[in-house]
């Protein structure tokens, strides 16, 4: 096996790791959601949401703020891509995740409301608990990978203090705050 095809099956190894792992909250989820009432739950969509909407605004932040120094460094379209792919994901995934967060506590109370639902009251909450543990692990996700930008500044930055292409003072605040000697 060569480096190449490694290079290939590596990512795919990973998604199938990945698939597992959401199959098992899945299923952790459903089997203590059972006995969890929805007025429990309640609470944990809230956060979801509030946390969705969170990183959904400083994604976009990063993006109106390294989209424009991408295309003002003169870098290929190529870079301006892959920035625009690495940001787009964190926040599709943020509006998936608050459009689920406010649905389901709509949608719960007229599912009540049919006589069928007190019959499978445990099966109904499992299932909305497990969904909530499965959006969760897909935000914490999406939260490490709203990480990236950062280190994408971080990068470009490191490259205009090589070039030369930053002011003494931009130097000097950059060698400041990301020094990690700390003196009095």
Not at 69 to 93: E, Y
Not at 126 to 140: E, H, P
């Amino acid at each position: 096996m060569n480096g190449s095809s490694a290079v290939r099956i590596l990512p795919t190894i990973l998604k199938l790791f990945m698939r597992v792992g959401l199959i098992l909250i899945f299923v952790a989820g459903y089997t203590y959601g059972e006995g969890t009432p929805f007025s429990k739950q309640l609470q944990s969509f809230d956060t979801l949401r509030q946390t969705s909407v969170l990183i959904f605004g400083v994604v976009g932040a990063w993006l109106a703020v390294l989209f424009p120094m991408v295309h003002s460094q003169g870098d290929s379209q190529k870079n301006a891509q892959d920035l625009t792919c690495k940001l787009f994901k964190p926040i599709t995934s943020s509006l998936y995740i608050i459009t689920y967060s406010l649905t389901i506590p709509l949608i719960v109370p007229f599912i009540k409301k049919f006589p069928l639902s007190i019959l499978y009251a445990p099966e109904l909450r499992g299932l909305s608990f497990a969904s909530l543990c499965v959006a969760t692990a897909i935000q914490i996700y999406t939260l490490l990978l709203a990480l990236q930008p950062f280190d994408i500044f971080k990068t470009q930055t490191e490259a205009s203090i090589e070039k030369g292409n930053c002011s003494e003072r931009y130097k000097d605040n950059i060698q400041r705050y990301t020094t990690t000697d700390k003196k009095p």
